[in-house]
């Protein structure tokens, strides 16, 4: 069964620098949620989407955007990055209502 | 306090011992209840998905809802050593998002 693809899986970057990290959720899933998870913490929410809209907020920071596009695929862009971003970030896809779906996540690192 | 409670653990079990994980939460508004297994580095992987009260049982694992009691339960029967893994609960509400809140995670260890 498809599940939800992140890419990519690693990105370096360092201190003031821009990333653009991408999802692609389950087929007929048109809701998509980014989390961030830090070293023995658990998934913080961050946004979701439902249908190409911003459907909920979380503890995302103001240097940080996301969208949803046409074809349902979501970018996190964060920009003026710290070194308290680096953590894995995780996208999950659901259904209108159901559970959601993770995908593999994307490791940040922050120099 | 926050709004969903979970052991951190960590929970140390001997090979084919039953593991009982739990997470009390104090929002009534919940309705989907969910638990995740995480190996480390890896992205959660849904195990159980409840919608209400109730049981659900899939092979070795049983999940148990008490909204009367804001309680729920993960049950692993015949626990393996390919259990080990950090046990999430997440549960949401229907309240114009769906945003999950999770718990801390259970870090559990099953021993050969």
């Known amino acids: 069964a498809a599940g939800v693809i992140q890419s990519p899986r690693h990105l370096i970057k360092e201190k003031r620098e821009t990333a653009t990290l991408k999802c692609y959720p389950i087929?007929?899933?048109?809701?998509v949620y980014w989390y961030q998870q830090g070293p023995g913490q658990d998934p913080q929410f961050l946004i979701s989407f439902y249908e190409k809209m911003q459907s909920d907020k979380g503890s995302i920071p103001d240097r940080f955007s996301a969208q949803q596009f046409s074809d349902y695929h979501s970018e996190l862009n964060m920009s003026s990055l710290e070194l308290g971003d680096s953590a894995l970030y995780f996208c999950?896809?659901?259904?209108?209502?159901?559970?959601?779906?993770f995908g593999p996540g994307t490791r940040l690192t922050v120099t | 306090q926050k709004e969903v409670e979970q052991d951190p653990g960590p929970l140390s079990v001997p090979e084919g011992a039953i593991v009982s994980l739990n997470c009390t939460y104090s929002?009534?508004?919940?309705?989907?209840f969910m638990w995740y297994r995480q190996y480390s580095r890896k992205g959660p992987e849904l195990l159980m998905y409840?919608?209400?009260?109730g049981n659900k049982e899939d092979g070795r694992f049983t999940a148990q809802v008490d909204k009367s009691s804001k309680y729920i339960s993960l049950f692993i029967r015949d626990s393996q050593p390919s259990d080990s893994a950090t046990y999430l609960c997440a549960m949401s509400a229907n309240t114009g998002g769906f945003k999950t809140i999770f718990g801390a995670g259970t870090r559990l260890f099953v021993k050969a």
């Open positions: 929002n009534s508004a919940f309705q989907y």
């Open positions: 409840t919608y209400s009260s």
């Open positions: 999950a896809s659901s259904p209108p209502v159901g559970e959601q779906y």
């Open positions: 087929p007929r899933h048109d809701t």
